[in-house]
């Protein structure tokens, strides 16, 4: 299924993370205008809508080119989905607690770089989280308050160090039953890598690949740009801009607490899960991570989240070529404290630009908060 522009606009009208305001047509030089054209599609894929757009010279060859990117996330949604029971993720939850389940070479390494990022992150980020999920019913949009004993009877299945994998088989095992992955937390970075590599290889130079407003991809720059021009959303109004980044060759994600929410007697639960406590977090509004691939900009931003300000510094302090930026809640209603945060390494590759408000994310020392 592929969305008209008509669709497209009202769904990115919609959306509650990032503002993609680079996508209206730039004005160019008429010799640039003839000679690149700008092709936008959208598809429905992983609970949201991927959106291509690309430059070049021959429509026809970037409508195929793209196409072949959504068969791609196609593929990884059919594998990797919670939602349906075919899927080689949802085998894995029903077999795994019972015998080893050999998973497919791809799927493996995600698994092995998700459980990576979990032990880096201590265990802020884990994909094991998903009976947490279902007991906040968040899982089917059933939005209840779990008592605390039903927290503490969940908690016992969830913790990413109790996946067995064997490297050698391929294989993965559960140590508790009830034990489920879900990679919702980084397929559609992942999903995102995929598509760059595939326009990479088909000789596209220039295109902005999202996953609905979570994560993105600017792929080299519009023409006669010097990147792609990105509103991050304001925490508490969609439709106001907290930060304006511009890139190149870089990826970005954001996780906020306006994404999927409910409230009960005034509060506000998140869909973000800190593994720790069982509960949803509390005291962030929203995080941003930049970094140069998607996977790993789509667990981080959903790590930071949970570690907040202090664990985000200490990880990015041995993670280089990192950029963090944190919302939080103040005392004053709808004001929100920003936050940015750079690894203390960092160098850019060659092409790649990050600029934040007008100030490039250049080598430097790391400015403190």
Known sequence: MRLSPAWTGILRALGLGLLLSSLTVPVYPQAQAADLIRYEASHPAMGTVFTVVAYGADRDYLAEVVDEVFDEIDGLDAQMSNYQPTSEISR??????????????RLFQLIQDSVRTGAETGGAFDITVGPLMKAWGFF???????????????????????????????????????????????????????????????????????????????????????????????????????????????SLSTSGNYEKFFRIGGKLYCHIMDPHTGRPVENMLATAVLAARATETDALSTAFFVMGVAGSRKYMATHPNLVGILYRPTAATGVFKRVVLRSPSYTLPPDALVEIKGQRMAPSPAAKP
Not at 168 to 185: N, S
Not at 194 to 202: G, H
Request: net charge positive; hydrophobic share 40%; no cysteine.
């Open 140 to 250: 089917r949009g059933q939005d209840r308050l779990p008592a605390p004993f039903e927290i503490a009877v969940t908690l016992k299945r969830i913790g990413y160090q109790h996946l067995q994998l064997n490297a050698a088989d391929r294989t993965i095992r559960f140590e508790r039953p009830g034990m489920e992955i879900d990679l919702g937390g980084i397929a559609k970075g992942y999903a995102v890598d995929q598509a760059v590599e595939i326009l990479r290889s088909r000789g596209i130079q220039s295109a902005l690949v999202s996953s609905g407003t979570s994560t993105l991809y600017a792929l080299g720059s519009p023409p006669g740009e010097r990147g792609w021009r990105v509103s991050l959303r304001s925490p508490y109004d969609a439709k106001k801009a907290a930060d304006v980044v511009l890139l190149q060759d870089f």
């Open 92 to 105: 894995i939850n029903r077999e795994a607690a019972r015998e080893p389940v050999l998973v497919e070479p």
